[in-house]
């Protein structure tokens, strides 16, 4: 590629166990992976090859017993929990495969929570965004429902608006489409595409839906523990 | 409001019951502790009170030769030896009206009053006790004392006693023993010399200790039946404040050469068995405070379990470690400042209850209601234990909330 957008995350020879003792399972076994600015990557694989664990470890969520990351040229692997956190706010929207939201706020809270800790904006420019937000993943209309008021792909939905507030330059979501009908999953599907041509965001998603991972720019199969 | 107390209040009212369990145990235990300091300190005062209206703030008695030895251990040093048997004591006050004028110069002294103090035989025509009689210049005793709020048939009383120069105004108790009523005559026997006088007044303090022993009669009766025709037995001085009364005692044994005692140290039997009252109840009552700490704890151990979702999608979103540990310990406040003030309003209407129970008492003082004292400072205490109690049990799960790794959460392996 010429022109090669920038680097936004890259890992290389990642490794991680899970379990203790006889129950230690080596999951990632030398996971090397780069992401661009504008592009959408979509991995694929079976259950249980250890996609999500990937993705926690790109999300900084969880720390690598192997290898390195690095997000927008920081390698991240070696900070301290506080670093990791502040990279979290500002340059990641996680979303998770499981459990969404928090039940006990409205979406709107919901999409709001992490800008308000950024505190970038004034309350009312928040407020103002995470409408936004909220109409374009369709939920305009229910931004005051509580999330224990909302049907599991409309917690997705929510969801997927939160991952976005801070404006990330890395957008992981774990199955964003998991729970939606064709309809839905299209409308994230061009919402996430539209971020990265838009607004220069790399998108990594992990999903099971050949018609998706299709659409996507990069496609990265993965098996037991390795890309392939 | 902060993103950290929007949350925390959002989990705590979601668990209301448990909630209202952990703020129930705080209110009870601010309550109460005011409550019991504000009876237990009722009653010291009053018993304070009591003691100051009959014997006085500060009582002068000996007067003593200071020969205090200073010895220099060995020259070269600072070493000084003090001797105490270097002060030679002699009984009484010698000259009360010299040392009344004086103590007038004290900023601290209200007034003082001589009172000449000796033990009699009281004999009735009922039978004998024995009795201490107290030779008083009544105006002036008046001035030290709450004689005047004391005997039975207020100013009438009293000028019985002031119209009749062989009167004696007699302790309740020592009357009743005596089967006296006001107008009987009396014989005070010492050695074997006996003194007519009339029982014109009689007076309670409620104090036992002295109803049953004390009765008062004028100096000049006093002087003729203890064979004293100089000096008296102590002076009774009076303060503006109680408080300041041991400084005053020191600065007039140091200036006029008397031994001079204030009531501080003269009921100090009884002001420690108050002390330690006091301080037993507040332990006791500490206790449930101590229950409000465990019940708090155990709020949010529960909070913390069921919310470890929601710390994960928190700290996923950029807040951390320190954010989580303010968001629990947010919801211990909100208890703590809604326990500390309901408790604070139940503890001052429990106490305005309290004092209007009745309850008769006589012995070391004589109440018909329960007494209280009204002070900042228990409210203060009862908050501030309350406080201690309930953030140190807090910390515990805050932290632990604050602990967990996101990528365990996610994975469901946090512990
Ligand atoms: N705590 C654990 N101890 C041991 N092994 C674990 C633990 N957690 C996960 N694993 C294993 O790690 C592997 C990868 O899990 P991961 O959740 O990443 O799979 P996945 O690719 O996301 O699967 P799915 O598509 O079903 O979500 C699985 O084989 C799983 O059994
Ligand atoms: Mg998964």
Redesign the interface.
């Known amino acids: 590629m010429a022109e090669a957008p920038s680097l936004a995350l890259r890992c290389t020879e990642l490794h991680r166990y899970?379990g203790e003792g006889d129950g230690r399972v080596h999951v990632l076994k030398g996971v090397s992976f780069e992401a661009r600015r504008g592009q959408v990557y979509a991995i694929v694989g079976p259950s249980g090859c250890g996609k999500?664990?990937l993705l926690?470890l790109l999300?900084l969520?969880?720390?690598p017993d192997g290898g390195s990351i690095e997000i927008n040229g920081h390698t991240m692997s070696n900070s301290d929990?506080?670093a990791r956190?502040?990279a979290?706010?500002?340059h990641?929207g996680?979303v998770?495969q499981f459990?969404f939201?928090?039940l006990?706020?409205t979406a709107l809270e919901n999409v709001m929570?992490?800008m308000?800790?950024?505190a970038k904006l004034a309350p009312a420019d928040m407020e103002a965004r995470a409408h936004q937000l909220l109409e374009s993943v369709g939920l305009g209309e229910k931004t005051h429902r509580l999330g224990t008021q909302l049907s599991g792909g409309e917690q997705q939905r929510v969801a997927v608006a939160?991952a976005l507030a801070?404006e990330p330059s890395i957008i992981l979501a774990d199955e964003p489409t998991g729970n939606l009908d064709v309809k839905n999953s299209g409308m994230v599907f061009d919402l996430l595409t539209r971020l990265a041509k838009d607004h220069g965001q790399a998108v990594i998603l992990v999903t099971h839906n050949p018609e998706i991972a299709q659409r996507c720019d990069v496609i990265r199969p993965m098996r037991d523990g390795l890309f392939v | 409001m902060s993103p950290n107390f929007h949350i925390a209040y959002r989990f705590l009212t979601a668990k209301k019951r448990a909630m209202l369990m952990s703020l129930s145990c705080t209110v009870l235990g601010v309550g109460l502790f005011i409550l019991t300091q504000a009876t237990t300190s009722g009653f010291e005062e009053f018993f304070i009170k009591t003691i100051l209206g009959t014997d006085g703030a500060i009582r002068i008695e000996d007067k003593f030769q200071d020969t205090l030895r200073v010895m220099s251990a060995s020259a070269g040093t600072d070493f000084e030896v003090s001797q105490r048997d270097g002060v030679k004591y002699i009984e009484g006050v010698e000259e009360p009206k010299a040392l009344i004028k004086e103590l007038k110069n004290f900023s601290n002294v209200i007034a003082a009053a001589p009172v000449l103090r000796g033990s009699v035989q009281i004999r009735s025509s009922f039978k004998n006790e024995t009795a201490q009689i107290f030779g008083i210049e009544i105006d002036e005793q008046l001035r030290v004392s709450d004689l005047g709020k004391q005997v039975i048939g207020g100013s009438g009383a009293l000028a019985r006693f002031r119209e009749n120069e062989a009167g004696a105004i007699v302790g309740r108790v020592l009357a009743d023993r005596l089967q006296l009523e006001v107008g009987n005559s009396i014989q005070v026997v010492i050695g074997s010399e006996l003194t007519r006088l009339r029982v014109t007044t009689i007076f309670e303090t409620g104090v036992q200790d002295i109803d049953k022993v004390r009765l008062y009669v004028h100096m000049s009766q006093a002087r003729s039946i203890l064979k004293k025709p100089t000096g008296v037995s102590f002076v009774q001085v009076s303060v503006f404040d109680r408080d300041r009364a041991p400084q005053t005692a020191a600065h007039i044994q140091w200036v006029l050469h008397h031994h001079a005692v204030a009531w501080q140290v003269r009921e100090k039997t009884w002001l420690e068995t108050f002390y330690a009252l006091k301080l037993s109840s507040a332990i006791t009552v500490s206790i449930f405070t101590l229950i409000a700490g465990l019940a708090m704890f155990n709020t949010l151990a529960m909070i913390v379990l069921e919310k470890t979702k929601d710390i994960a999608i928190l700290r996923s979103m950029g807040y951390e470690r320190s954010d989580i540990t303010r968001i629990f310990l947010w919801q211990a406040v909100i208890v703590l400042l809604v326990g500390a003030v309901v408790g604070c309003l139940v503890g001052a209407g429990t106490t305005y209850a309290v004092s209007h129970l009745p309850l008769h008492l006589t012995g070391i003082f004589k109440t018909d209601t329960f007494q209280v004292y009204w002070s900042p400072w228990h409210y203060l205490a009862a908050v501030t234990t309350a406080a201690i109690m309930v953030m140190i049990a807090s910390l515990f799960p805050a932290r632990r909330a604050a602990r967990f790794e996101p990528g365990d959460i996610v994975r469901g392996t946090a512990q």
């Open positions: 899970l999500s664990t926690y999300g969520l969880d720390q929990d506080l956190t502040a979290r706010g500002a990641i996680f998770f459990h939201l928090m006990e706020f929570m992490p308000r800790k950024l939160r801070n």
